[in-house]
């Protein structure tokens, strides 16, 4: 059988007979958005393979010839007969719990810290996951059939018939974005998956201006009826790929922040924005679906993961299922989710802190000039090379953005040339001194403020060095804490472990250049994706990880760094980018 070798992952795993590359990626733990669910529908599945000419096309409206000469194809429906390596250029979200592990689910191995022991004969923890029993189930008698659901007496379902089989949804309501995920119960195989901008953006790009927005009647209302509707959208998008009846689904799960799940709940987020930051949503519970306004069976149930504080929200908690090591007793793991609110947690030997900082939406695309979603056409890699530049994008398509890997790369790649120094500033065209002539031709100013221009109408400016400086600077303050917290040291930590949407095509060397990480764990990281997806799912497909949550998350601490003294200092500190010096010693 042909060995497929994936990149940026670096890991090769050998094709089934008849297998498409979708499925071999799946089982190497790679999975990639694919709304269509794998049917050559929605496009979005794009690899690029090396050497095209030995490999079929994928046609599809979305492909240009160009990009089909440059070996653009759909992962869902390629079957490659000879051996050949593929770059994943679309989302993708790394399930490492999953790689090589064939046909078995994700939550078949659930991480080692997970696994309970054995107490008077009962089933262990790991033999109750395996079973893979859903919250939810369905019986009939006399006629009648009754709806089954976790800890909560039967509900009569009027409407239900012997033709229709129970489906679930994972949902996870991001600052900026939604994703819908519809899985069947039965079988436990997710069926379709759906995603869009979160409608609300058009009130702020951050929780604080979206709590400002909410905390009065009318503004609470207009927010839930967007974020609703957007769902609801997605659900029948969802429904409609798979041919799935609305009226099947009795089960959801929403991950999101402390805010985006009280204003989709529609509960006043104003106690959000103040001091003692008072949660007013319920977790680790569930809720009637009326309750989020989801167009889903009227007897469908909603669970809320465990939240820990305002900040610090049911994404993060779900997400920690995902981050391999992080209840383990003996593991030191540091795991951070990167997007407007930067959530982060750490385990230091089984003592567990989360914390959270405001980051900003920049490394989403968002308050960036030229800011863009992962999509064709984004800037998604800068490489130096002598001096120069050499700019990469999505699906090899002409430059229209610059998405979060692009940003983090473009920062890297004008500090290391020079173009931008410590403290953030950027040359003026007036300041080419030692600048290669193609690098020197690029300086301009826009609005009489230093720029660089790329490509097109598409530019980096002095501004959004700022916004990066501010984001990686929030998220670097906290990291410091958190390892001051856990008395331990940057060096004692094994695992880095980076979630959220923008971490696709990221290098961890310019994560740790830019001094987002400390100095040494640029080697350490592992990039995890959308980890709260994945975990909505593993809560959908076994009421066993409920349990199993809600009791790790009761014993986890949660630190306020905001009240720490040296929090400021650190966060000035954190502004400045590192020098060559500090790194380079950090790696030898």
């Known amino acids: 059988m042909p ?5 940026p992952v670096a890991i090769t795993v050998e094709m089934r007979r008849g297998e498409t590359v979708r499925d071999a990626l799946y089982r190497a733990g790679v999975e990639l958005d694919t709304p269509c669910n794998g049917q050559g529908i929605c496009g979005k599945c794009l690899i690029r393979v090396e050497n095209p000419g030995s490999v079929p096309s994928t046609p599809h409206p979305d492909i240009t010839p160009e990009q089909e000469a440059d070996g653009i194809r759909l992962a869902c429906q390629l079957k490659p007969r000879k051996d050949i390596a593929i770059h994943v ?12 592990e064939g046909d078995r689910f994700p939550d078949d191995r659930v991480d080692e810290q997970a696994r309970g022991e054995k107490a008077g004969g009962a089933k262990t923890d790991e033999q109750e996951r395996k079973q893979r029993v859903p919250a939810v189930g369905v019986t009939e008698k006399d006629g009648a059939f009754w709806l089954n659901y976790d800890r909560e007496p039967p ?39 759906a995603s869009s901008l979160n409608p609300q953006i058009h009130f702020g790009h951050d929780v604080v201006r979206r709590i400002q927005a909410g905390s009065t009647p009318e503004g609470l209302a207009e927010l839930s009826r967007c974020v609703r509707s957007g769902l609801n959208e997605l659900i029948k998008e969802a429904c409609g790929n798979s041919k799935t009846d609305l009226d099947e689904i009795l089960d959801v799960v929403i991950g999101g922040n402390t805010t985006m799940l009280q204003l989709a709940a529609g509960i006043d987020p104003e106690p959000l924005g103040r001091v003692p930051f008072t949660v007013g949503i319920q977790s680790g519970v569930s809720y009637p679906a009326a309750q989020f306004g989801l167009d889903v069976n009227s007897e469908a149930r909603v669970y809320i993961p465990p939240v820990m504080h305002a900040y610090v929200g049911g994404d993060i908690s779900a997400g920690l299922l ?26 230091a030997g089984g003592k567990c802190l989360m914390t959270s900082t405001a980051a900003g939406p920049a490394f989403e ?18 490489d130096t090379n002598a001096g120069s530049l050499r700019f990469k994008t999505i699906g090899n398509a002409p430059i229209k953005g610059i998405c979060g890997s692009g940003i983090i790369d473009m920062t890297a790649a004008l500090k290391d040339i020079g173009v931008i120094d410590g403290s953030g500033r950027m040359r003026r065209p007036s300041e080419t001194e030692g600048l290669a002539d193609d690098i020197a031709s690029r300086l301009v100013e826009l609005n009489e403020k230093a720029a660089f221009h790329i490509e097109g109408d598409v530019y980096f400016t002095q501004d959004d060095v700022r916004q990066v400086q501010l984001a990686k ?27 959220g949407g923008f971490g696709y095509s990221l290098r961890p060397e310019n994560l740790e250049g830019i001094g987002l990480l400390p100095p040494g764990m640029g080697s350490k990281v592992f990039f995890a994706g959308n980890t709260c997806r994945i975990g909505c799912v593993r809560l959908l497909r076994n009421v066993s990880n409920r349990r199993f949550l809600e009791a790790r998350m009761q014993r986890t601490e949660h630190i306020t760094i905001e009240t720490r003294p040296d929090f400021m200092d650190l966060y000035v500190s954190s502004m400045e980018f590192p020098k060559d010096s500090e790194t380079s010693a950090a790696d030898g």
């Open 3 to 7: 060995k497929l070798t994936i990149y």
């Open 89 to 100: 250029l679309s989302e993708y979200v790394r399930d490492e719990s999953r790689i090589l």
């Open 155 to 193: 509900q009569l379902l009027s409407h239900w018939t012997a033709e229709k089989a129970p489906k679930g949804l994972a949902i996870d309501i991001g600052t900026t974005t939604l994703v819908v995920t519809l899985l069947s119960l039965d079988t436990c195989r997710e069926l379709a998956t």
């Open 322 to 347: 995902v981050c391999q090591g992080f209840f383990d007793q003996s593991a030191s793991v540091l795991f951070v989710d990167i997007g407007t609110n930067g959530e982060m947690g750490l385990n």
């Open 365 to 382: 695309g968002m308050g960036i000039l030229s800011g863009s979603r992962a999509q064709i056409g984004a800037l998604e890699r800068v």
């Open 473 to 499: 600077s929030a998220i670097r303050a906290a990291i410091e804490i958190l390892i001051d917290e856990a008395g331990t040291g940057a060096a004692a930590i094994d695992r880095v472990v980076i979630a």
